[in-house]
């Protein structure tokens, strides 16, 4: 009798704290008020762009108050941290101080996916946005840079005037200030426009270069486009003919050998590949867009500038080539239907190496091409889907994949299978 009386003692005590533990909780939320809520000043617009650093959370409202319901993740916000895309940053623009001294700021993502309040610290950032602390970083979107002595003489034009993203001029670099888009959605009209360069930038995250052009004909072009997508004016029509500048079938890698030596393995995209069922379309299908480029068509006694040159590369999908180092179930023709079916496999990603090109190269030369490697990195090919907002692609579309140095170096090794310098 007097052991159920204890248990029964017990339980009912244990349940009462339990009760009691719960109401603290709940009492201690409700004791919390909003100190107050302030937007900010538009004037201050663009000193309050953020990074989160993952160790806080995004919440509906402070998330210290009651009724507070998570929007994003540390997980997620951390995955934001790191990413490699502008619209991936965040603005700020309402502050918002608690009972118990802790401040939060509303905040959006650039491209408006997330929205909601994130802890700041205990210190008011108004008066200097940059000063946050907990789950936001200050960040610089673009840091500027110098342009070279041709670009401060030069006249140049768009390479590729048109609808397509590079071919547009900006308020500011694309994604590095929120809600700041462009000044042109078709640049058709302006193909014979020359331009004027005045400054030029690098987004952050990006890597990129941009540089702001001057329209004197139509100012309201003006703006900052990708220094990519231009190319000098005195390249235009500069040479009239039918010969076709190709580049070869052949082409090479740069590696440094044990001495650290720069060494050179060509390989020849039909053969050198491992293993024989590998058409390495990426590659395949720029040598054959490029080998038909009007643009790199003239006479051959005319000089190709490196400008013009560069601008198709990058046009035809060579100046950066995702080669392909798995095999393939089926065995396919180069550049073919089946080869470009089958996006799966491995790749190493490979950026031209524009030192290495001909100093002087006339229309109608064919240009073996020569690449360096983005090392201890391989990458897969994402699948076209849209159940989900995968924002962990690259801009190319591949997933990047970081190995162990040696154990690159040995893939590496087993790249090439004939014609190994």
Same mark, same amino acid.
Request: proline share 2%; charged share 20%.
């Given at each position: 009798?007097?052991n159920t009386v204890k ?6 005590l244990?349940?009462?704290g339990?009760?009691a533990?719960a109401?603290?909780t709940?009492?201690s ?5 909003v100190?107050f809520?302030?937007a900010s ?5 663009t000193?309050?762009?953020y990074?989160?650093?993952g160790?806080?959370?995004l919440?509906?409202?402070?998330g ?6 998570q929007?994003a ?6 995955s ?5 895309k502008?619209?991936d /940053?965040?603005?700020?623009y309402? =502050?918002? !101080?608690?009972?118990?001294? +802790?401040? *939060?700021m509303? %905040?959006?993502?650039?491209?408006k996916? /997330?929205?909601g309040w994130i802890y =700041?610290g !205990?210190t008011?950032?108004r +008066?200097n *946005?940059?000063n %946050?602390?907990?789950?936001l970083?200050?960040v ?8 070279s ?6 006249t140049y ?9 590079e071919?547009q001029?900006?308020?500011a670099?694309?994604y ?7 000044n ?8 014979d426009?020359?331009?004027t ?13 941009w540089?702001y052009v001057?329209?004197?004909k139509?100012?309201?072009?003006n703006?900052?486009?990708?220094e990519?997508?231009l ?5 235009t ?9 190709s580049?070869?079938?052949i082409?090479?890698?740069?590696v ?5 030596q ?6 020849d ?5 491992i293993?024989?069922f590998?058409?390495n379309?990426?590659?395949?299908n720029g040598v054959?867009?490029?080998?038909r ?10 000089v190709l500038?490196k400008?013009?040159l ?7 999908g060579?100046?950066?080539v995702?080669m ?9 023709v ?7 079916f089958?996006?799966?496999g491995?790749?190493m ?5 524009q030192?290495a090109?001909p100093q002087t190269i006339?229309?109608?030369d064919?240009?073996?091409l020569t ?8 990458y ?11 924002k ?11 190995v162990r ?6 893939v ?8 190994v310098?």
């Amino acid at each position: 009798m007097k052991n159920t009386v204890k248990r029964s003692l017990f339980v009912g005590l244990a349940a009462l704290g339990f009760v009691a533990a719960a109401g603290a909780t709940n009492a201690s939320a409700a004791s919390v008020k909003v100190d107050f809520n302030q937007a900010s000043s538009a004037s201050t617009a663009t000193t309050r762009n953020y990074a989160p650093t993952g160790s806080n959370a995004l919440y509906t409202k402070a998330g210290a108050l009651k009724g507070a319901r998570q929007v994003a993740s540390t997980a997620t916000m951390s995955s934001l941290s790191n990413s490699k895309k502008g619209n991936d /940053y965040f603005r700020g623009y309402r =502050v918002a !101080k608690l009972s118990n001294g +802790s401040y *939060y700021m509303k %905040v959006v993502s650039f491209d408006k996916t /997330y929205r909601g309040w994130i802890y =700041v610290g !205990k210190t008011d950032p108004r +008066s200097n *946005y940059s000063n %946050v602390a907990g789950g936001l970083k200050s960040v610089n979107t673009t840091t500027d840079t110098a342009l070279s002595a041709d670009q401060q003489t030069k006249t140049y034009k768009l390479a590729n005037a048109g609808t397509a993203f590079e071919s547009q001029t900006f308020k500011a670099p694309a994604y590095t200030q929120y809600k700041v888009g462009r000044n042109t959605t078709d640049t058709s009209a302006y193909a014979d426009d020359t331009f004027t360069l005045s400054k030029a930038t690098k987004r952050t995250r990006e890597g990129d270069t941009w540089v702001y052009v001057n329209d004197a004909k139509n100012p309201s072009v003006n703006g900052w486009v990708l220094e990519s997508s231009l190319k000098e004016a005195s390249d235009t029509n500069t040479s009239t003919g039918v010969d076709q500048t190709s580049v070869s079938s052949i082409w090479t890698y740069t590696v440094y050998n044990e001495a650290g030596q720069k060494v050179n393995k060509i390989l020849d995209n039909g053969t050198g590949l491992i293993p024989l069922f590998n058409g390495n379309t990426n590659y395949t299908n720029g040598v054959n867009k490029f080998n038909r480029d009007a643009s790199v068509k003239g006479d051959k006694k005319d000089v190709l500038s490196k400008d013009t040159l560069m601008a198709a590369l990058k046009k035809d999908g060579l100046s950066t080539v995702y080669m392909k180092i798995t095999p393939t179930i089926l065995p396919r023709v180069a550049g073919g239907v089946l080869d470009n079916f089958d996006p799966t496999g491995v790749f190493m990603k490979f950026n031209v190496d524009q030192d290495a090109l001909p100093q002087t190269i006339h229309y109608g030369d064919q240009i073996k091409l020569t690449y360096t490697i983005e090392p201890n990195t391989f990458y897969i090919k994402s699948m076209k889907q849209s159940i989900i907002d995968d924002k962990t692609a690259n801009e190319d579309g591949y997933y990047s994949i970081t190995v162990r140095n040696d154990i690159f170096k040995q893939v590496l090794n087993w790249f090439a299978t004939n014609k190994v310098l």
